[in-house]
């Protein structure tokens, strides 16, 4: 019997304020992990949705863009809960924009948000991993890395560059107990679809494009990563998987 226990683990989620990152955080907290919450946003929500379930949290606002602040962030983690054991980067950016629209601004900004963040978090995270002599590291990349979707250049620029890293990352690090992956998900009903998406008839046509029928679900993805933090996935590591109702390849 497969028992997802996580008691005396610490998980850092990144962008842990609404959606993926929320789902992850309330998840594994239910499933006994000592949990640091990190966004840029308010986390007040996320934080009470965990304590009335009982859960072991602590918050820290930080800027993922902002190297010092991410090492700070794990420097805290340790320094409240002893180690980190999983880590969880979920924090995205997508505004719809034609390529020839796109400013270099905005571009830069793209990227620092959907990859640079991403590295800056693992490296500092991986750190700590490395003297721990094992660890988990997944990362919430996107299938629009494959489709070029998402409605922004920037986006599945940055999406494809995480499943670079992974790939890298987890050659030098796998033999010290550290896996490194990365979910891709696609059509899930959060916050970021409904903003790209207001009109609700307009999200129920993106069901036509889902072979199992339905809109995915930020606990879809929460549990996938789960099972990737578990000791159960100790033989996968640089893999990127997809988690989109079967839409991708359709």
Do not use: H
Not at 2 to 21: H, P, Q, V, W
Not at 56 to 62: E, L, Q, W
Not at 131 to 149: E, N, P
Not at 153 to 173: F, H, T
């Amino acid at each position: 019997m497969i028992n997802l226990d996580f008691k005396e683990k610490t998980a850092l989620i990144t962008g842990a304020s609404r959606g993926i990152g929320a789902a992850c955080s309330l998840l594994l907290a239910e499933a006994n992990a000592n949990v640091m919450i990190s966004d840029i946003l308010d986390l007040s929500e996320t934080e009470q949705k965990i304590r009335e379930k009982g859960g072991t949290v602590k918050t820290y606002n930080a800027d993922i863009t902002q190297p010092k602040e991410m090492e700070a962030l794990c420097k805290k983690t340790k320094g409240i809960f002893g180690s980190i054991d999983i880590l969880i980067n979920c924090p995205g950016i997508l505004s719809p924009m034609q390529c020839v629209n796109l400013t270099p601004e905005n571009w830069k900004k793209g990227i620092e948000i959907n990859l640079s963040g991403a590295f800056y978090v693992a490296k500092y995270a991986s750190e700590i991993m490395m003297k721990q002599k094992s660890g988990r590291i997944i990362f919430i990349g996107s299938s629009a890395c494959i489709t070029g979707g998402g409605g922004v250049a920037y986006y599945a620029a940055a999406k494809a560059g995480i499943n670079g890293l992974v790939r890298a990352l987890s050659k030098e690090i796998a033999p010290l107990g550290i896996t490194v992956n990365s979910i891709l998900p696609a059509l899930i009903d959060t916050e970021m679809l409904r903003e790209r998406r207001p009109d609700p008839e307009k999200r129920k046509e993106c069901i036509n494009r889902i072979p199992v029928g339905r809109l995915g679900t930020a606990e879809d993805v929460a549990y996938t990563v789960l099972f990737l933090a578990s000791d159960y996935a100790s033989f996968i590591t640089g893999q990127n998987i997809i988690v989109d109702g079967g839409s991708t390849y359709k």
